[in-house]
């Protein structure tokens, strides 16, 4: 079984440029979670997307936007970037079952650095 | 009031004693709750999930939730300086599977 997997890991842009960053799913899993983690905070989500759709959506600017994958992976995009974007960029992927469990894996992040 | 909040610490703790971490959350919606471990620069690593009222053991880890008084605690038996990390309690709504989050207990095993 290949876990989640998030690339690049590290990048480092200057303020007003674009990024891209990339998750695989974990094999079997069809949901992919976004979330922004600042030092010493928790994770905070951005957005959910399962099946191909955003299915839910957090806090963030329209400046944030995200794609899914007939294969599950995904991408998240940010715009014209700001010195607070620098933070842990996390990936989680997971199976939602009924019930309103879901267990989410975390691939290993990307840091991001805005200059 | 945070929706999720946890005692930022640091916690120390000798190692072989039992660490406890607490949790509280203030939607009473709330229907799924999970402890995470982080180590410092890496990814947040699932240790427990609970859903129903009670106890739930995993090896040296017991999660404990008690909806009524919304609350969710973690116990670590027989500490271990390798458990020397943050640990970070998640709460799920059900709606669209988004995970509220706490912003962790940074956890100290003394050898």
């Known amino acids: 079984e290949t876990g989640v997997t998030q690339s690049p890991t590290h990048l480092i842009k200057t303020r007003g440029q674009q990024v891209t960053l990339r998750c695989s799913s974990q094999s079997g899993h069809n949901t992919v979670s976004w979330y922004q983690q600042a030092l010493g905070q928790g994770p905070q989500f951005i957005f959910q997307y399962y099946r191909e759709e955003e299915n839910g959506r957090g806090n963030f600017p329209p400046r944030f936007s995200g794609l899914q994958f007939p294969n599950y992976s995904s991408e998240l995009n940010v715009n014209a970037l700001e010195l607070d974007d620098s933070a842990l960029y996390l990936c989680?992927?997971?199976?939602?079952?009924?019930?309103?469990?879901?267990?989410?894996?975390f691939g290993p992040g990307t840091r991001l650095t805005v200059l | 009031q945070k929706e999720v909040e946890q005692n930022s610490g640091p916690l120390s703790v000798p190692e072989g004693a039992i660490a406890s971490l607490n949790c509280t959350y203030s939607?009473?919606?709330?229907?799924?709750f999970f402890w995470y471990r982080q180590y410092s620069g890496k990814s947040p690593e699932l240790i427990m999930s609970?859903?129903s009222n009670g106890d739930k053991e995993d090896g040296r880890f017991t999660a404990q939730l008690n909806k009524a008084s919304q609350y969710v605690s973690l116990l670590i038996r027989d500490s271990q300086p390798s458990d020397s990390a943050t640990y970070l309690c998640?709460?799920?709504?059900?709606?669209?599977?988004?995970?509220?989050w706490g912003a962790g207990t940074k956890l100290i095993i003394k050898p």
């Open positions: 609970i859903y």
């Open positions: 998640a709460v799920n709504r059900g709606s669209n599977y988004q995970l509220i």
């Open positions: 939607d009473r919606v709330s229907q799924s």
């Open positions: 989680a992927s997971s199976s939602p079952q009924g019930g309103g469990s879901n267990e989410q894996f």
